[in-house]
Nanobody
Framework: QVQLVESGGGSVQSGGSLRLSCGNSGYSLADYAMAWFRQAPGKEREGVAVITNGGTALYIESVQGRFTIGLDNTKKTLYLQMNSLKPEDTAMYYC????????????????????????WGRGTQVTVTS
């Protein structure tokens, strides 16, 4: 059973940094495709970054160059390093996982889609003030 728990959210000023973490009760995440999604108030949840179980990462354009997704050296914690944060990054951030890589269709269109991930955490809030 995969039970994902996020941490590391908080409030930061515009231009600041935060590092989100996601774990599975100490079990390895090395065999999973992992992703971060976010949902701002009044908006639909959107995929932010994904990393395949082979280590290939994909980002949405709005965070490209500012956010980095990866697994730590133990392969037990997924992180999202967020730099140069903007007020529009304010949202609830969710960790997601699946034993299969995203579908060929999603990858070809560079889409990070909820339907490709079966396991979800409960989220951690990120607030960026101007």
């Amino acid at each position: 059973q995969v039970q994902l728990v996020e941490s590391g959210g908080g409030s930061v000023q515009s231009g600041g940094s935060l590092r989100l973490s996601c774990g599975n009760s100490g079990y390895s995440l090395a065999d999973y495709a992992m992703a971060w999604f976010r949902q701002a108030p009044g908006k639909e949840r959107e995929g932010v970054a994904v990393i395949t179980n082979g280590g290939t990462a994909l980002y949405i354009e709005s965070v490209q160059g500012r956010f980095t997704i990866g697994l730590d050296n133990t392969k037990k914690t997924l992180y999202l390093q967020m730099n140069s944060l903007k007020p529009e990054d304010t949202a609830m951030y969710y960790c997601a996982a699946d034993s299969e890589d995203p579908s060929v269709g999603s990858w070809a269109q560079r889409l990070i889609q909820e339907k490709d991930f079966r396991y979800w955490g409960r989220g951690t809030q990120v607030t960026v003030t101007s």
